[in-house]
């Protein structure tokens, strides 16, 4: 069966400092890897993901993630955070091909405080 | 507007009654889900539906149960057997696995 850990459960930034949130998942096949975001009051909205190709993705707001499969990683990184960064982050994943498709299964989640 | 509406956003219930919360999209989307969200454990996965008359068990089904008779609709019932029912519950929709997943607002449900 598929889970994510997410480790760092709270983090607290100066503005324009480095942010890395780590993100492991179990599952031995081909995943599709997520990370979301639930600013404070907001839906949860999709920041970037990865099905296949380039391990280094790219997604909205300055985000990028790297999926290193021998670590089974998808850590999140932004290198200069601002105060409207301060959300809720979530590290998600689906088996692909060949498991248990469309089961989309969420971390526990890391609050990003980014103070100005 | 396109989207996934929740209803309603507030419910209280006495304890030892059961509730459904209303999930419709109009999205097209195949695949559906119910999450709950506790504070520091993130979103746990209830119930999905891949397509209409199918639903699989998540991994915290037991007290709950769904319906997919619809492709716009996954009701969610939580029974008198959910022993912790006072939650946030998120609904979710996406058209396939390798597709972003949206979400509703939530309903957060209150049980006394």
């Known amino acids: 069966a598929q889970s994510v850990s997410q480790h760092n459960h709270h983090v607290i930034l100066s503005e324009a400092a480095s942010l890395e949130l780590g993100c492991n998942y179990s599952?031995?096949?081909?995943?599709?890897l997520f990370w979301y975001v639930q600013y404070p009051g907001q839906h949860l909205q999709l920041l970037l993901k990865?099905?296949?190709?380039?391990?280094l993705v790219k997604g909205i707001k300055g985000f990028e993630a790297e999926f290193i499969k021998s670590k089974f990683s998808f850590n999140l990184r932004k290198p200069s955070v601002q105060w409207s960064d301060t959300a809720e982050y979530f590290c998600?994943?689906?088996?692909?091909?060949?498991?248990?498709?469309?089961?989309?299964?969420f971390g526990t989640g890391t609050l990003l405080a980014v103070q100005p | 507007d396109g989207g996934i509406t929740q209803s309603p956003k507030y419910l209280f219930r006495k304890e030892g009654q059961n509730v459904t919360l209303s999930c419709e999209q109009n999205l097209n989307h195949d695949a559906m889900y119910w999450y709950r969200q506790d504070p520091g454990q993130g979103l746990r996965l209830i119930y999905y539906s891949q397509i209409v008359n199918d639903f699989q068990k998540g991994d915290i089904a037991e007290g709950y149960s769904v319906s997919r008779e619809k492709k716009e609709s996954f009701p969610l019932t939580v029974t008198s057997a959910q022993k912790n029912p006072t939650a946030f519950y998120l609904c979710?929709?996406?058209?396939?696995?390798?597709?972003?997943?949206?979400f509703g607002q939530g309903t957060r449900l209150t049980v006394v």
């Open positions: 990865y099905f296949s190709g380039d391990p």
């Open positions: 979710a929709s996406r058209s396939g696995l390798n597709t972003e997943a949206f």
């Open positions: 599952y031995g096949g081909t995943v599709n």
């Open positions: 998600a994943v689906n088996a692909g091909y060949g498991g248990a498709t469309n089961k989309l299964i």
